[in-house]
């Protein structure tokens, strides 16, 4: 039946080329490890993690600006990044007890871990304290209960003090002005028990102006904290780096053209909800913006103070990708409907109102024949919401029960931040692809029997 199935596809988003990555999936070994797994499975590139803390650190340097680079471990749970910390002395920006754990347990020093959150358990508290760990505090009774951990442990606790950025006054995280003041004269009152090392905010979104805004304010407060007699001699400016996952024209062809006929079910999103996929300056151009803007670098070397930095998603730019296999296919009027061996749990974007919009590639188990074909990706769930892609993707030919969907660049946050093992589906194992020396070798993240 020769129905063309092209009008109703969503503009196409490729992910921008990856050739080495295009080279390891045509090789058959994606479908190896899913004949082995029988299931989903997410693929991790830890040279890649490697060569973007190399990058943020070399904007450090050309800055002639010291500071330090701390991944923000929720953005991906893999053990991979906890090595390549280890290996390279990055640090790690951790929230909980077990990703402190976790930190640790690889070989993490505790000096190069800095714990952000709000209401950090007293355990929590406890061991980042005994640790040396750098801890962000969020409110004032925070405050208090690091003080008596530090008391009790006979170590005093290195802190920073969560600024609440007034370009975001909503936020729920930080401390605003007259708690600032509260806190700063506490540190001074409690100079045993508390090394005050300076200020930190995170802020939501990705406006490189607005960090260089708020970290020149931060400078400030150092200052101002020194003539309390604290320490005072460092910020952080959090994360928030943008990655770039395509170009700008299809990026702004998919913003102008998409509309809920390119959806299955005739789903419409809000545009603003979408993450954006095209940002001119990303990463550590981002950084580079950031401390050229009103002469920040210049500011932070004068007054002595160094950057700390905790990017998450932009770390992990291009350093994995999730594989699904087709488990069936199925014709609606005008497009298709292809089932995949896992869950939208797997692709995390849909439960913020969203999806992951970077196209999946097709990877045919056959020599592909045929026309072009519009589909959406629907997971092996019995919940009608359960849509991996809800768009129309249009695919090269009609996808096939044994083919393989590859979601590119989905290390940052798509991977585990909403996996769950819904319908007794097994979670997706990730595989780490070693690739030093041009030859590829994969071995599971986490060994079953460790
Ligand atoms: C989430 C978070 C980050 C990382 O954000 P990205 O957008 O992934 O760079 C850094 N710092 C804090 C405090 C965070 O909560």
New binding site residues.
Partial sequence: MAVTHTPAAAPPLPAHPDPQLDAILSSGLPHELSYAFDGPFHLLLPDRFDANVASFTQVLNEAGVEGRV?Y?K??NKAAAWMDCCALSGTGV?V?SAGELRDALSHGVRGEHV?V??PAKTDGLLRVAVLQGCLI?VDALDELERILAQARAATRPARILL?RLPAAQPHSR?GLDDTELEAALARCAQAQDAVVMEGF???LSG?DPLLRAELAGELVELCLKARALGLQADRI?I?????VDYTDAEHWERFLREQRPEHYHAGKSFNPGDFYPYHSPVAGPDALRTILTTDGLAGRLREAGVKLL????????DRAGCTVFRVQGVKDRSGYGIVTVDGSSLSLSEQWFNSEYLPDPVLLPAHEPQGEPYAACVGGATCLESDMVTWRKVRFPTRPAVGDLLVYPNTA??QMDSNESPFHDLPLPPKVVLDTAGGTTHWRLDRHPLA
């Avoid at 959090?238 to 943008?242: I, K, R, S, V, Y």
């Avoid at 930095?309 to 992990?316: I, T, V």
């Fill in positions: 701390y923000a929720k953005a920006d929230a800095v952000t959150g962000a969560r995280f930190s905010f995170h990705y952080s959090g994360g928030g780096f943008a930095l905790e990017p998450g998603r932009a770390l992990l940052g946050y």
